[in-house]
């Protein structure tokens, strides 16, 4: 009975969830010319539904949403190219005729190939899968665009909690979006779900934003997004790509934005091995910019794979530490938490919890603004 009681008193955060989520099976990733089994998988975003639930957050269904605010982080052609690419590759016969299970590009545009040319999208469906897409990691099959939809109508519908009033709600995106640039994707993201929940509490009233971002890789995607705007604040805490991480091209410390923007970037690389103590410390440094820039909202990029049992990262962070960020964090303003990385499933639950916790025991000011 006991246990029943504690239950019910459990987590406050409403937990924004869409079953949709579980459709995108990427069937592995292609790394340095070998398709491995991956660590996106959808069993990721079952068993952090189920541990939240279990420490007593109340599970709310992500609500569909227009294509607005989407719209205004990314570009048309890259909403267009994700809803349409699978059905093109089936059409042409790939996964029957050839053995081609998921969409995966082989020739990609960059800007030395093109020197200058003209951009054109070619016909052939396997010519343009690399039009938007920027590595061999990120694959797409048939259930992918239904789940990467409704990852980002879970993070509007967390957006527009928090716009309503609420002082704290989590998303629960599955697959995961910091990565993906206004016209590119990649990093097994899609579409940048902390982006479009900035973008939605913009719309919604908050006159400045800050996006945190906590993942144990740069959130090369939400920087470009927002990197010449001074509204949205954007802040990481990371393993160094110059040490040979991922992104490798972004995330390095003088990224400091451009034009309006000068000044609201922030990247803090830290040496692969970096546990809780340096961790932290970063992560205060990163809150004191953020609290420079006055938000009136945050978006916090929740990556849980700066955790030490994670296979995908090299720094040490444990749960505590997790805890203790995401409470320094919250207490910035009312927080949007997005769920991003994070692959170990033993930990994965606990590692969520804790941090909600955190989040939880320091709530910000609700702002008033309308909900989008
Ligand atoms: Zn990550």
Not at 125 to 148: E, F, K, N, Q
Not at 266 to 285: F, I, K, Y
Not at 332 to 344: A, F, K, N, R, S
């Amino acid at each position: 009975m006991a246990r029943m009681s504690e239950q019910r008193a459990g987590l406050a955060v409403p937990v924004v969830w869409s079953e949709d989520c579980l459709r995108h099976e990427p069937g592995g990733e292609v790394w340095l010319g070998v398709r491995d089994e991956g660590t996106e998988v959808p069993a990721r975003a079952l068993v952090l539904r189920d541990a939240l639930a279990a420490a007593g957050a109340p599970i709310v269904p992500a609500r569909p949403h227009g294509d607005e605010i989407l719209r205004a982080v990314h570009d048309g052609g890259l909403l267009d190219h994700l809803a349409g690419v699978w059905a093109a590759w089936e059409k042409e016969g790939f996964p029957a005729q050839y053995g081609r299970d998921r969409v995966v590009p082989y020739v990609f545009p960059t800007p030395g190939m093109l020197g200058g040319l003209p951009p054109r999208t070619p016909p052939a469906v396997h010519g343009r899968a690399g039009l938007y897409c920027y590595d061999t990691m990120t694959l797409i099959g048939p259930g992918s665009w239904a789940a990467i939809r409704g990852a980002a109508d879970a993070a509007l519908t967390a957006a527009g909690l928090v716009g309503g009033g609420a002082p704290l709600a989590y998303a629960l995106c599955r697959p995961p979006g910091h990565h993906v640039t206004r016209d590119a994707y990649g990093g097994s993201c899609y579409l940048n779900n902390a982006a479009v929940a900035a973008q939605a509490l913009r719309a919604g009233g908050a006159g400045r934003v800050a996006v945190l971002d906590i993942d144990a890789h740069h959130g090369n995607g939400t920087q470009m997004i927002f990197y010449a705007r001074a509204d949205v604040f954007y802040g990481s805490v990371h393993v160094d790509p110059g040490a040979g991480w991922f992104p490798h091209y972004a995330g390095y410390a003088g990224e400091r934005g451009r034009d309006a923007g000068t000044g609201a970037n922030r990247n803090l690389p830290l040496a692969p091995g970096t546990g809780d103590e340096g961790w932290l410390a970063a992560v205060s440094a990163l809150c004191a910019d953020a609290a420079a820039h006055r938000p009136d909202a945050i978006v916090m990029s929740l990556g849980l794979d700066a955790a030490e049992s994670d296979p995908e990262s090299p720094l040490r962070v444990s749960a505590d530490g997790y805890r203790r960020a995401a409470r320094e964090i919250a207490a910035l303003g009312p927080t949007v938490v997005i769920q991003e990385g994070g692959y170990d499933l033993a930990a994965l639950g606990s590692l969520a919890v804790a941090a909600l916790t955190g989040a939880a025991e320091a709530p910000g000011p609700t702002f008033h603004g309308s909900a989008p």
